[in-house]
């Protein structure tokens, strides 16, 4: 499971977009069904065919758990990061 990028604005935050699509595509290289929580429908995470199943719910406590439970992963990857001044 691959908690996404959120939320974009234009100028804003796009490496997290882009780290979260090149985490998708090494996953899958490996072999790894991904399972991606991301809001934004306008973000390349969440292309169609990238991830094996996309969720396009808020990543908030609640939202998350309730995909954890229905899916039941082995495991999980949550990538942050922030711009830098």
Not at 22 to 45: D, H, R, S, Y
Not at 53 to 69: E, G, M
Request: with cysteine.
């Amino acid at each position: 499971m691959i908690l996404g990028s959120g939320g974009l604005s234009i100028g804003q935050a796009g490496e997290f977009d882009y780290s979260g699509s090149q985490a998708i595509k090494a996953l899958k290289e490996e072999g790894i069904q991904t399972v991606l929580v991301n809001p934004n429908i306008a973000t390349v995470q969440t292309s169609k065919g990238l991830a094996d199943k996309v969720y396009f719910l808020p990543i908030t406590a609640d939202y998350v758990t309730q995909v954890i439970q229905s899916e039941h992963q082995m495991g999980y990857y949550c990538h942050l990061g922030a711009k830098q001044h």
